[in-house]
């Protein structure tokens, strides 16, 4: 739409911090001037807030507040300082989550009475084992998010390392699900059709939409243990096993001492839906005893 601004008077009037001039009785085609001039000029508001201009889109004049609107956008006011400087917080938590940093997760079987008392980001390894792992749940009924992770580690041997896993727990599988649970990219959730007779949480952490990376699943399917297919196209599965779907961090090398934390950084968080856990993987390649123990930062709605 157009910006237009109609002069009310006899006199010729001159937006001063633009430098544009309005004939007397006459308008003026402001479309050529930047949004951002246009956002940051004081006296064109001060005109069109005392009458001397009115604002026009083209088709209709406006009033006071429609031309405000018109010319600069719905705008947000921001808080400021006593000198006008503005405040802005940049966070990548999102609304209605709290920062929580845990050297543990949580125990699932106690509910909200078990967060923070599950396994621990410690791990002791033996020299005889080539890896092991630790599984950490942050689960009080709600999607939460990581943001970055610290860790450190003792007596490490050449060539050791770790991983930060994201895994899914196993899906609950529905016999014979041809026509009777849909796919949406809502959460990564599979639901049922409306009327189909089954009832699934998007919550309850059951259902977990996962792509089939070789093509042999099938998420619609008669048979668990052979994963026999109905029909389908391999798309999409439901396994009845645990899934690994991405990695957070890959070969953090482990090797001699590193007692003050390493911090693995991250400016961004990565959103992980309920039923989604965490695995510490520690790889002993050098085949000697070590221990390494960390401390995630996350994102999530309740921490007691």
Not at 51 to 73: K, P, R, V
Not at 94 to 118: H, K, S, V, W
Not at 190 to 215: A, E, H, R
């Amino acid at each position: 739409m157009s910006k237009i601004v109609k002069n009310n008077t006899d006199s010729e009037v001159t937006i001063g911090d633009l430098g544009i001039t309005v004939p007397a009785s006459g308008q003026r085609d402001l479309d050529n001037v930047s949004q951002h001039e246009l956002c940051s000029s004081d006296d064109l508001v001060t005109l069109l807030g005392n009458e001397t201009l009115t604002g026009n889109d083209g088709t209709q004049d406006l009033s006071i507040s429609d031309s405000i609107h018109h010319f600069f956008g719905y705008l947000q006011k921001f808080s400021s300082t006593s000198d006008n400087k503005l405040i802005a917080q940049v966070t990548p938590r999102p609304i209605g989550q709290y920062t929580y940093m845990t050297g543990a997760g949580d125990d699932t079987a106690l509910g909200i009475a078990g967060i923070g008392e599950g396994n621990e980001l410690a791990l002791d390894i033996p020299s005889y084992v080539d890896s092991t792992s630790v599984d950490i749940y942050i689960n009080d009924g709600n999607d939460w998010s990581i943001r970055e992770g610290y860790v450190a580690w003792k007596d490490g041997g050449w060539r050791n390392y770790i991983d930060f896993e994201i895994w899914c727990d196993p899906n609950t599988v529905i016999a014979d699900a041809t026509a009777a649970i849909q796919v949406t990219t809502v959460n990564n959730v599979i639901v049922p059709y409306p009327g189909s007779g089954y009832t699934v949480s998007n919550s309850d952490g059951n259902y977990y939409l996962l792509p089939s990376k070789t093509q042999e699943g099938y998420w619609n399917y008669d048979s668990v243990n052979g994963l026999t297919p109905a029909s389908g196209d391999g798309a999409y599965q439901m396994l009845d096993i645990p899934y690994k779907l991405f990695r957070f961090a890959h070969k953090i090398w482990t090797v001699d001492s590193s007692q003050v934390y390493v911090r693995l950084v991250s400016n961004d968080a990565e959103k992980m839906s309920y039923g989604y856990y965490m695995k510490l993987v520690c790889f002993n390649t050098a085949n000697v005893d070590y221990k390494v123990w960390g401390v995630l930062t996350t994102f999530r709605k309740t921490t007691v």
